[in-house]
């Protein structure tokens, strides 16, 4: 299994970025396909998470700017950031679960900064 993800870089805040994770060896419709993200001395926090069923969850931190989705011809797995904060910098982690297996990806840096 190997989630790949891409995107992440340097924007001003306010700013957009789009996260994607492209996962091989599952299938994102399957599982519950998820974003953490983990700043420098902070734990690895849940940012939103799409479920097999289609529902979705966000941190409170991020509800309103941010838009988890999943294309499943793509078989990836989308992070739309808006307005982006200084305080969402971060390394962000695609992660799928599914019946007691999860896998991560190897994290993309967003950094916001002006």
């Known amino acids: 299994v190997q989630l790949q993800a891409s995107g992440g870089g340097l924007v001003q805040p306010g700013g957009f970025l789009r996260l994607s994770c492209a996962a091989s060896g599952i299938i994102v419709s399957l599982n519950d396909m998820g974003w953490y993200r983990q700043a420098p001395g902070k734990q690895r926090e849940l940012v939103a998470v799409i479920r097999s069923g289609g529902s979705t969850k966000y941190a409170d931190s991020v509800k309103g700017r941010f838009t988890i989705s999943r294309d499943n011809a793509k078989n990836t797995v989308d992070l739309e950031m808006n307005s982006l904060k200084v305080e969402d910098a971060a390394v962000y982690y695609c992660?799928?679960?599914?019946?007691?297996?999860?896998?991560w990806g190897q994290g993309t840096l967003v950094t916001v900064s002006s």
């Open positions: 992660h799928g679960a599914r019946f007691g297996d999860d896998y």
